[in-house]
Every structure is written in C-alpha cells, then in structure tokens.
Nanobody, 124 residues
C-alpha cells in the first residue's frame, strides 16, 4: 500500500520562508515522478512544482518560479519544497503526490498517490 505524507506547513508572514517535506512508502520512490500541488478555497487544485524520477525536468508554475525550489533525495525517499518570499496568495492546502510514471506533466490527473495535505497560511 502506497502512503504519502507531507509535513512542514504553518502560518508565516509575507516575505518569510517555509520548507515542506514529503515522504512516500510502498513504492520504489526513485522510479516515480513526484509533485507538489496546492488548492485554495474555492479554487481548483493546481500543480506548482514537479520533478522526474532522477531529479530531472523540475518544473514550476509561473506563480512560484524564482521563489520555490523542488528537490528530491531518493536515498531517503524524501521530496522537499523550499518556499521563499511567500505571499498571501500562496495560502492554500499543499499536497504531495506520486505518479506511476517516471516523468509526468505537472497536472493533478497525472498523479496517482496523494497525501492528506499540509496547510500553508501567509499573512500580509
């Protein structure tokens, strides 16, 4: 059984940083594309950053490009999202997800296993 779990959310002020982490078990972590998604109230879930199986092809949504950095440590089955210069519009539930594919476009329908989410709230 595949399990995905996020951690690291919280309440911060605009301009501050947060680091989200994700662990996945029940799969060969290094063989799967991984991604970070977020969903704000009343909005659809969106892909904000994804990365291929070996760390290849990191992608970012325009809204976070230059502020967020995705990375993975396959030896530790860990995916990380470093979020800098946070803005109030970054407030959302953040989800980690794994795809059955080695490489996957950063859209929710391409990802198969999801965590429960971690809340990020940025105050102005």
């Amino acid at each position: 059984q595949v399990q995905v779990m996020e951690s690291g959310g919280g309440l911060v002020q605009a301009g501050e940083s947060l680091r989200l982490s994700c662990t996945a078990s029940g799969l060969t972590f290094g063989g799967h594309a991984m991604g970070w998604f977020r969903q704000a109230p009343g909005k659809e879930r969106e892909g904000i950053s994804c990365i291929g199986w070996g760390g290849a092809w990191p992608t970012y949504a325009d809204s976070v490009k230059g502020r967020f950095t995705i990375s993975r440590d396959n030896a530790k089955n860990t995916l990380t999202l470093q979020m800098n210069t946070l803005k109030p519009e970054d407030t959302a539930m953040y989800y980690c997800a794994a795809s059955v594919r080695e490489m996957a476009v950063c859209i929710p329908s391409m990802y198969n296993y999801w965590g429960q989410g971690t809340q990020v709230t940025v105050s102005s």
